[in-house]
């Protein structure tokens, strides 16, 4: 479900002076980029300083207490783009802000070639296995988007557990680390497929949906709100905030009706 369209923006907007009026607490927010070209470079900088001045930015996979006064926010990057390395590492590097990077491990170094999720992203190149080990530090963390960014809802059992376990070892290998964090391409999953990230020894795996995530989330699968560096500066702050999160239970309720 894209993120756009002017209502689903007046019902962000509407849930936020709800949530305001209610006092709901804070709660983890994450957002996941897809590209940060050039052009969009300052207005990526704009974000991660709204992000550093008013949430708390921690990693995807937190598990602490999220109900602090500042709502908290994750950041992630899907498909390892090299116009991430070059734009967005530098500004969170500056910021001291932590994200992880979400790459597909049988396209390192290669013009990005599978049926893209933005048609901005048709001129990207995916990080080289050098490039990927560079950005790697404390603060930035590489997860696996499987092998060959393939819908892993759809592949059927056996080979999602191939995407996930062969990508978690090839990123291995190239980080010299740990790689237990999986993000969905295209978000495509299903019970089956989220088994297959699990049996392969990932302790986390994203989707595309957008989730207010609470303290003592223990779930393996957590939501992910879509975000671009062009989106505008009300926008941003809307799915910072989670404005968002009534999505997946729109689409529970369209799926529903037409069922
Ligand atoms: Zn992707």
């Not at 001045?53 to 709502?71: H, I, K």
């Not at 190239?174 to 964090?181: F, L, R, T």
Request: glycine share 8%; hydrophobic share 45%; net charge neutral.
């Amino acid at each position: 479900m894209a993120l756009h369209g002017p209502l689903k923006t007046s019902i962000a907007t509407a849930w936020m002076a709800g949530a305001r009026l209610l006092r709901v607490r804070p709660a983890l927010t994450i957002l996941y980029y897809h590209a940060v070209p050039d052009h969009l470079r300052d207005g990526f900088a704009r974000q991660m300083d709204i992000l550093a001045a008013e949430t708390d930015v921690v990693f995807a996979d937190f598990e602490g207490d999220v109900g602090g006064d500042r709502p908290m926010v994750a950041i992630t990057f899907d498909d390892a783009f090299t116009s991430v390395a070059r734009n967005a590492v530098p500004i969170l590097a500056e910021r001291r802000l932590p994200a992880t990077v979400f790459a597909p491990s049988g396209w390192l170094g290669q013009k990005a070639g599978w049926a893209m999720e933005s048609l901005h992203d048709q001129a990207e190149t995916v990080m080289s296995a050098d490039q990927l080990r560079a950005i790697q530090s404390p603060l930035l963390r590489i997860g696996s988007h499987s092998i060959d960014h393939v819908q892993m809802a759809a592949v059927g059992p056996e080979e999602a557990a191939r995407q996930a376990a062969v990508s978690r070892s090839a990123l291995e290998e190239v980080c010299g680390q740990k790689v237990d964090e999986f993000a969905f391409p295209y978000g495509s999953l299903n019970d089956a497929a989220v088994q297959a990230v699990h049996g392969a020894g990932y302790r986390r795996a994203y989707s595309v949906m957008p989730e207010r995530i609470g303290s003592g989330h223990a779930a393996i699968l957590r939501g992910r709100t879509a975000v671009e560096p062009s989106d505008t500066e009300r926008l941003f702050r809307l799915k910072m905030h989670g404005a968002f999160c009534w999505m997946p239970l729109a689409s529970r309720l369209k799926h529903a009706l037409r069922a």
